[in-house]
């Protein structure tokens, strides 16, 4: 968990410390308690903002597990704000953001379209010579 954090700052710190890009920090807050719950924000003048939250979940007898949840948003070159929210826990990491991929559909394939592609199997292009 402590390396996630330091991880996001670094690369929060790389970014603004870049010639190309100088930031002021406009708000930063953070806070952890004993237990290993945390959360922490910030948002800079060129328009990035972040923030997370996390915390101790039991999972079993025995077991607990972290789980984060956060976003963060920036403006890009083009003048696209780029937000992405996100959960991390034992699932692994769940990512949802309007510019990120999407897998396939996991719906069956229409018959009409089935039939389609097995005519196309079938039937290959051949390029007819003038």
Do not use: W
């Not at 929060?12 to 953070?30: D, G, K, M």
């Not at 308690?33 to 990035?48: A, L, M, R, V």
Request: charged fraction near 15%; proline fraction near 8%.
């Amino acid at each position: 968990m402590k390396s996630f954090i330091v991880a996001a700052c670094l690369i929060a710190c790389v970014y603004a410390a870049s010639p190309e890009q100088t930031a002021q920090i406009l708000r930063s807050s953070s806070d952890q308690t004993p237990e290993g719950n945390f959360q922490y924000s910030f948002e800079t003048d060129n328009g990035i903002n972040a923030q997370a939250s996390g915390a101790v979940k039991p999972l079993g007898k025995d077991e607990v597990a972290i789980e984060i949840t956060g976003s963060n948003s920036y403006t890009g070159p083009d003048g696209v704000v780029y937000a992405v929210n996100y959960v991390a826990n034992e699932n692994g990491f769940q990512a949802q953001g309007a510019h990120l991929p999407t897998p396939p559909p996991t719906d069956p394939i229409p018959e009409y379209i089935q039939r389609s592609l097995e005519y196309i199997a079938a039937h290959p292009y051949t390029e007819k010579k003038a």
